[in-house]
């Protein structure tokens, strides 16, 4: 296999344009590979010329994928998401890809233009976890009848201190979703919660924010950390293209 065969396209994601653009270079796996747009119509894919191969979706990858979404984001304000490790054969099979996509391409250019994504985690700190297991008279009563007991005699105790606990991490993320996902939510174009990702976490939430209301949705993020800080840590992130409100299937379909 020659080295010309052995090459693919490695694609980040979608843009509106009706140039040609240049991102200049990202480094993958150890080599300097130049960004480039494979266009139709008015929109584009923002590609590298890669090796053929599977990319492996460890942190130095993902940080290498994150990075040119990011820096595209920069020069480019209708940026469409697509996920890690998608290499294609050649230009011409990202060209009818995007040819496939074009119909939700056009549909989703006006929905984002001007938008960006910002994630929120928050994570309930261990003390305060804690503290509201003990004030929490029934989990406490139920944990002082287990101890000294066989751990078969305790055995369905413990399984009822679990779902106890269970219950009062629940009311906890229903109280962080009224007092801090909610306010959030009203400066944001749309929002959502998806499934917490440890024990621990109280909101994983995604928003959909203008641009031009970054600042004043930063503002609100630290307006509401300031009241919640002794209780949890937030983890804020962002910005990035709307990951989590756009879903676009990549694969074209075989006729």
Known sequence: MSQEE????????????????????IEI??????????????????????????????????????????????????????????VFKSKADVGVLLENLYPQFKKLFPEIKGKIELGLKVIGKKEWLESQVAQNSKIDKMAKAVQGKSEAASYYERIQIGGAAQKLITSL????????FNPLSELAEASKTNDPTSEKMLLNAAFLVERNKESEFDQKINELYEKWKDKVEFNYSGPWPAYNFINIRLKVEDD
């Not at 052995?6 to 270079?25: A, N, R």
């Open 173 to 180: 993320q229903q109280e962080v979703k009224q007092e801090v």
């Open 6 to 25: 052995s090459m693919g396209i490695y694609i980040f994601c979608g843009i509106q344009t009706e140039k040609d653009e240049e991102f200049g270079e």
């Open 29 to 86: 796996e150890g080599e300097r590979k130049e960004l480039f747009t494979i266009r139709y119509q008015d929109s584009a894919m923002v590609a590298a010329e890669v090796p053929m191969k599977i990319y492996h979706p460890n942190k130095n990858n993902l940080i290498m994928h994150q990075n040119a979404v990011s820096t595209v984001m920069k020069r480019n304000e209708t940026v469409i998401p697509v996920s890690f490790g998608n």
